[in-house]
């Protein structure tokens, strides 16, 4: 017959099975606040409060002409002519398209004696790239082209360097390159890319928006990143969509898969269906694992019907060698 479990072990068990129960509540609970949380959250960020009035800007006439021809036309999916002539910093004459094939390109326009905007978004570019574990010159290449025909390749090559001091990971200088062009050359890529900028003879300086382009190993625009600042997370999220998951980690898809990216702030945000489906997925899984739990733990039970069976308090009958002796 099967023993009876101690009390000790249907103590645990018990404890085990209100453990597991309240941890499936409190999933449940994740999965719930998610579900209607995020989006109250989401409908908070995305409109202005009832009453709302923003003040008044500046009039567009009053903005000088060249500022307000510049930006980006993000031209995703459009390739960029990977057989334009440019110098790169030794003054090689090379092919938009050497840089391109293997790896994913993190592209970014310049002009190399910029007083301000060029070195603060480079500068941000360099900052976002340190902190990834992405390197590179490895997982993709840096390509930084100016827009000034004017620039040569003895000042590409002191960008460079100055980059490079900021930039240390081993394959920095065979990642890192910064070309010179004509205006022909420079004129293609920048109409391809959707980069507009424009001269000011009042400051005697060229006026151009900020931004970073990611681009994939054939030459095709795959998103913008704008400002002199880039996430690193946007950034790394970028590089891992334009390789078609080849760059990154198995994490980087799954997180991907909640989050998407936002053209209009050059983003990438939480997807929060996915988000929600997600969450619902885990909540099925652990009361599936529940479930298991109970019914292996059920059927290695004893039956509730079982019981010892009861000690016999007879004793033995007495030998005849017994009896004789005790009538003596």
Request: contains cysteine; hydrophobic residues 40%.
């Amino acid at each position: 017959m099967t023993p009876n479990p101690s009390p000790q072990r249907t103590q645990r068990t018990r404890r085990f099975r209100h453990e597991v129960v309240h941890r499936v509540f409190f999933v449940s609970f994740v999965s719930i606040a998610v579900s209607s949380i995020v989006p109250l959250f989401a409908q908070m960020t995305g409109a202005p409060a009832p009453g709302y009035r923003p003040a008044a800007g500046q009039p567009a006439a009053a903005v000088p002409a060249p500022l307000r021809e510049i930006g980006f036309d993000q031209n995703i999916g459009a390739t960029v002519p990977l057989d334009a002539p440019f110098r790169d910093e030794a003054g090689n004459a090379v092919r938009l398209g050497r840089y391109f094939g293997d790896r994913p390109v993190v592209m970014a326009f310049a002009y190399y004696e910029c007083p301000m905007l060029c070195t603060l978004a480079i500068n941000g570019l360099a900052s976002a790239l340190n902190i990834l574990s992405l390197d590179a010159g490895r997982d993709f290449e840096v390509v930084i082209v100016s827009f000034d025909p004017r620039d040569t390749p003895a000042a590409a090559s002191a960008k460079k360097a100055a980059y490079l001091s900021r930039y240390k990971r081993a394959t920095a200088e065979a990642g890192w390159h910064f070309l010179t062009g004509d205006r022909g050359s420079i004129d293609r890529i920048a109409t391809a890319a959707g980069f507009r900028y424009a001269w000011d003879a009042d400051t005697k300086q060229w006026a151009h928006p900020a931004g970073v382009m990611v681009l994939t190993p054939e030459g095709q625009l795959a998103r913008y990143l704008f400002g002199i600042e880039y996430g690193p997370r946007d950034l790394r999220f970028a590089l891992v969509e334009a390789s078609a998951g080849k760059v990154g980690s198995r994490v980087d898809s799954l997180l991907l898969y909640c989050y998407h990216y936002d053209p209009t702030t050059g983003r990438y945000g939480v997807a929060i269906m996915r988000a929600i489906r997600l969450a619902g997925i885990g909540t099925v899984l652990a009361l599936g694992t529940f479930i298991l739990i109970m019914i292996r733990r059920d059927r290695g039970a004893p039956a509730r019907g079982t019981e010892h069976p009861a000690p016999s308090t007879q004793h033995p009958a007495p030998s005849a060698q017994h009896q004789a002796s005790s009538t003596r």
